[in-house]
T-cell receptor
Framework: SQELEQSPQSLIVQEGKNLTINCTSS?????LYWYKQKYGEGLIFLMM?????EEKSHGKITAKLDEKKQQSSLHITASQPSHAGIYLC??????????FGAGTTVTVRA | KAGVTQTPRYLIKTRGQQVTLSCSPI?????VSWYQQTPGQGLQFLFE???????NKGNFPGRFSGRQFSNSRSEMNVSTLELGDSALYLC?????????????FGEGSWLTVV
């Protein structure tokens, strides 16, 4: 099983609506990364969260880290077609190795 | 500044052949990691190099190998290719490769084995 569980696996949202993606770790989180990927392309760095309770924003995308729950959430406000893609969470669960969730595919319908 | 550069972007190989993929990290970054991405397995960690030393290795057979040069550029090699090696191979670069370092990815190398 994945050390990082993402939910939902996929979602379809109407343009202008909000959405939330969750990432839960089975191990202690020492920081967490969020990336976005278009199919077949590289990962685009979105945000890195290091401390419990930390919250960061990048445009209309906000991410939070809850160390106690070993969980992070990514929230997109007023989604646009440009937000469509695969969102991946990653974390250093072991030294020098970044483990990833399976990804959440976001489709934005006009 | 230039991002992570991977070459080649696309390649087709025949079963039994070998392949070498190259990665140039961001200037000043000394850690380079390699990942394999497939629809079924997602992103799987292959290995990580720092200052020419392999510090961690994933659960892949010995056919998968890598190295890092003194200028931090890295190569990975897959020998005796199998159909199941068809995947997107991604390279990631960071300053030290540890928690707290921003990690940047290249565009990837698409390998198709026929």
């Amino acid at each position: 099983s994945q050390e990082l569980e993402q939910s939902p696996q996929s979602l379809i949202v109407q343009e202008g609506k909000n959405l939330t993606i969750n990432c839960t770790s089975s191990k202690t989180l020492y920081g967490l990364y969020w990336y976005k990927q278009k199919y077949g392309e590289g990962l685009i760095f979105l945000m890195m969260l290091q401390k419990g309770g930390e919250e960061k924003s990048h445009g209309k995308i906000t991410a939070k880290l809850d160390e106690k729950k070993q969980q992070s959430s990514l929230h997109i406000t007023a989604s646009q077609p440009s937000h469509a893609g695969i969102y991946l969470c990653g974390a250093h669960l072991n030294d020098y190795k970044l483990s990833f969730g399976a990804g959440t595919t976001v489709t934005v319908r006009a | 500044k230039a991002g992570v550069t991977q070459t080649p972007r696309y390649l087709i190989k025949t079963r039994g052949q070998q392949v070498t993929l190259s990665c140039s990290p961001i200037s000043g970054h000394r850690s380079v990691s390699w990942y394999q991405q497939t629809p079924g397995q997602g992103l799987q960690f292959l290995f990580e190099y720092f200052s020419e030393t392999q510090r961690n290795k994933g659960n892949f057979p010995g056919r998968f190998s890598g190295r890092q040069f003194s200028n931090s550029r890295s190569e990975m090699n897959v020998s005796t290719l199998e159909l199941g090696d068809s995947a997107l191979y991604l390279c990631a670069s960071s300053l030290r490769g540890t928690s707290g370092n921003t990690i940047y990815f290249g565009e990837g190398s698409w390998l198709t084995v026929v």
